[in-house]
């Protein structure tokens, strides 16, 4: 039986919440498939649980505020697995912007390298 992959989500309280909600939230033993970033959330915190999900087998997609993207974009930018696929997103508070998007920039690179 072919099993289906998690959805994985770094993100603002708000964020995950909503991913919550919707159903996106798994826990086990192990741990879970997200992680909530306040304010006193400690960055190496933030980069532990990316590695982490990065490395698991169940997680197919892995989702992060575009603005917690930017405080571990060092680590972002070793990344270069195809799964789980990591995608930038906006928060309430902070609106996306393409420009800071790793993906969007190597799409872009690929399209001819015009502007976002």
């Not at 993207?69 to 930038?88: C, F, G, M, S, W």
Request: proline share 3%; net charge negative; no cysteine.
């Amino acid at each position: 039986m072919d099993v289906g992959k998690l959805v994985a989500v770094i993100g603002d309280e708000d964020t995950v919440t909503g991913f919550l909600l919707a159903g996106v939230g798994h826990r086990t033993a192990e741990g879970s498939n997200f992680l909530i970033v306040k304010q006193d959330t400690q960055l190496t915190q933030v980069e532990e649980s990316f590695q982490k999900l990065s490395q698991r087998n169940d997680i197919g997609i892995i989702l992060i505020n575009q603005h917690i993207a930017n405080d571990i974009r060092h680590v972002l930018k070793d990344y270069n697995q195809t799964i789980p696929t990591v995608l930038e997103i906006p928060s309430k508070e902070h609106p996306y912007d393409p420009e800071q998007d790793y993906i969007m920039q190597r799409v872009n690179m690929f399209l001819g390298g015009g502007g976002i």
